[in-house]
C-alpha cells in the first residue's frame, strides 16, 4: 500500500487548511486588506505547502526507496535519515 494511500485523510486536511489559506488571501485582496497581513498569509500558506511536500517526500523515501518489507542495514536506515532531515530543513 502507498504511503498517500495510507496516509490520505491526512494529507487531504493539510490540502484542505492550504486551500483555506490561498480563500483567505484572496478574499484579503478582494477586500483591500492591509499588504502585512496578506503577506503573513502568503508566508503561513507557503509553510504549509512546504510541509506537506516534506511529508509526502519522507513517506516516498520510507515505502519506495527502502523497502519497507526488509529490514534496512543500520546504513541505510542512517542515510535515508538524514536525506528526510536535509529534506525538512530546506523546505523550512
Same mark, same amino acid.
Given at each position: ?34 499588504? #502585512?497581513? !496578506? =503577506?503573513?498569509?502568503?508566508? @503561513?500558506?507557503?509553510? &504549509? ?5 516534506? /511529508?509526502? %517526500?519522507?513517506?516516498?523515501?520510507? #515505502?519506495? !526507496? =527502502?523497502?519497507?518489507?526488509? @529490514?534496512?542495514?543500520? &546504513? ?5 535519515? /538524514?536525506? %528526510?532531515?536535509?529534506?525538512?530543513? #530546506?523546505?523550512?
Amino acid at each position: 500500500m502507498s504511503h498517500t494511500v495510507r496516509d490520505r485523510n491526512k494529507l487531504l486536511n493539510r490540502i484542505r487548511r492550504i486551500r483555506g489559506q490561498l480563500e483567505g488571501i484572496e478574499k484579503a485582496l478582494e477586500n483591500e486588506r492591509d499588504p #502585512f497581513f !496578506v =503577506l503573513q498569509t502568503a508566508a @503561513s500558506c507557503r509553510g &504549509a505547502l512546504n510541509s506537506l511536500m516534506a /511529508e509526502v %517526500i519522507e513517506g516516498h523515501i520510507r #515505502f519506495h !526507496v =527502502l523497502d519497507p518489507t526488509r @529490514s534496512a542495514t543500520s &546504513a541505510q536506515a542512517e542515510a535515508s535519515q /538524514e536525506l %528526510i532531515d536535509i529534506v525538512r530543513t #530546506f523546505l523550512k
